[in-house]
């Protein structure tokens, strides 16, 4: 199994610009989670999901669009990037309360 | 005031010594987790707990409910040890710590 799974693990926008993080999963785990990380700060949920076809806002969902078609998948959509959203993005999935963490994407806005 | 509250922030200490990571909560819980952030950023689930204590290897975590406290603690130290360490405690949604940022010498 490949575990969870992010793309890209780098990215650089411009003030504005749209992109989509991408985030699968092949545990079949029906809780998946994004959460961003900043310096100082612990890890804040953004949105989450407890199946294909729900999906809910975390503590920090402003900017942000997820969506949950299919079990295995979860993106993040950023609409209009802001320099605020410069951070390291951690997507997760869970089953029975452990949670399993992506390797993270490091994104810029400049 | 923070609903998760970990000390000591940072740590610094000797191959072989015993770690101890503190974690206190204010709020009501039904579980709570430790994690570990390696040097490269990932993030590797090591406990979940909800009472008592577990053990896995050189890592043991408590969790005392009614004082809303948890420990991790680490025996044998070791520089592949040195990772940032963090707390989350659960109920019907997960808070994460600041983290503890764990430093071991050769």
């Known amino acids: 199994n490949a575990g969870v799974t992010q793309t890209p693990k780098f990215q650089v926008l411009k003030t504005g610009q749209s992109m989509t993080l991408q985030c699968a999963q092949d545990?079949?785990?029906?809780?998946m989670s994004w959460y961003r990380q900043d310096p100082g700060m612990g890890l804040r949920l953004i949105h989450y999901s407890v199946g294909a076809g729900i999906t809910d806002q975390g503590e920090v969902p402003n900017g942000y669009n997820v969506s949950r078609s299919t079990t295995e998948d979860f993106p993040l959509r950023l609409l209009s990037a802001a320099p605020s959203q410069t951070s390291v993005y951690f997507c997760a999935s869970s089953y029975t309360g452990t949670q399993y963490f992506g390797p993270g994407t490091r994104l810029t806005v400049l | 005031k923070n609903e998760v509250e970990q000390s000591p922030q940072n740590l610094t200490a000797q191959e072989g010594e015993f770690i101890t990571i503190n974690c206190s909560y204010s709020v009501g819980i039904s579980a709570l987790h430790w994690l570990q952030q390696h040097p490269g950023g990932g993030i590797v689930s090591l406990f979940m707990l909800s009472s008592g204590k577990k053990k896995h290897g050189r890592l043991i975590a408590t969790i005392n409910i009614q004082e809303k406290h948890s420990s991790l603690h680490i025996t044998a130290s070791h520089p592949r040890d040195s990772a940032v360490y963090i707390c989350a405690p659960r109920d019907d949604k997960i808070i994460f710590g600041k983290g503890t940022r764990l430093h071991i010498l050769p």
């Open positions: 545990m079949n785990h029906e809780y």
